[in-house]
């Protein structure tokens, strides 16, 4: 079945830059756009972007433009979202997701990797 | 952007109690709209896609209604493993967004 698995926990200084893998698994992945998703403690979920693992084509929320960068390397189905000038209010857990077509839902979702921006 | 708004926030209820929780998009959406399950520490998991099609394994328990701004989620019998956080999310455009939350909590 499809399935994401995502690279471990992080702790960065602020200022610094965090990049998250996830890698895909029982699913063709260049046909499906895939999204970074993230949740602050106790918050809710907030949409940062996709990219098209086939295209390379990506499309950043405007809040996270010109700190984030979405690529993929198609030869071993993995996608990564590299965020820099870490500030702590990037503390978050960090999801990946699957956009399924024709009805653009997120299914499945990676397990979260938890980003603590700390000094 | 498109916004949108559910309610309640927060929302305490007993086992076998029918619930409902709602989603407003500040413009039409159409039906490009979907429903999460997240349980603390968890991923979300896809209950409802397209505002009314239940995901394959969810329990038929729960259903979406609902089309261009105004939507609904229902539980028609909760059970003990339905104490959850549930969010609407809009796909009809970008930026993608979702609601900010419903918690139901255990009467």
């Known amino acids: 079945q499809a399935q994401l698995v995502q690279s471990g926990a992080e702790v960065k200084k602020p200022g610094a830059s965090v990049k998250v893998s996830c890698k895909a698994s029982?699913?063709?992945?260049?046909?499906?756009?895939l999204h970074w998703v993230r949740q602050a403690p106790g918050q809710g979920l907030e949409w940062m972007g996709r990219?098209?693992?086939?295209?390379?084509?990506?499309d950043y929320a405007q809040k996270f433009q010109g700190r984030v960068t979405m690529t993929r390397d198609t030869s071993i189905s993995t996608a990564s979202m590299e965020l820099s000038r870490l500030r702590s209010d990037d503390t978050a857990v960090y999801y990946c997701?699957?956009?399924?077509?024709?009805?653009?839902?997120?299914?499945?979702w990676g397990q979260g990797t938890l980003v603590t921006v700390s000094s | 952007d498109i916004q949108m708004t559910q309610s309640p926030s927060s929302l305490s209820a007993s086992v076998r109690d029918r619930v409902t929780i709602t989603c407003r998009a500040s413009?039409?959406?159409?039906?490009?709209l979907n429903w999460y399950q997240q349980k603390p520490g968890k991923a979300p998991k896809l209950l409802i896609y397209a505002a009314s099609s239940l995901q394959s394994g969810v329990p038929s328990r729960f259903s979406g209604s609902g089309s261009g701004t105004d939507f609904t989620l229902t539980i028609s019998s909760l059970q003990p493993e339905d104490f959850a956080t549930y969010y609407c999310q809009q796909t009809y455009s970008s930026p993608i967004t979702f609601g900010q939350g419903t918690r139901l909590e255990i009467k």
């Open positions: 029982g699913y063709t992945f260049i046909g499906y756009y």
């Open positions: 997701a699957t956009e399924v077509h024709p009805d653009h839902y997120f299914d499945p």
């Open positions: 413009q039409t959406i159409h039906i490009n």
């Open positions: 990219i098209n693992p086939n295209t390379g084509g990506t």
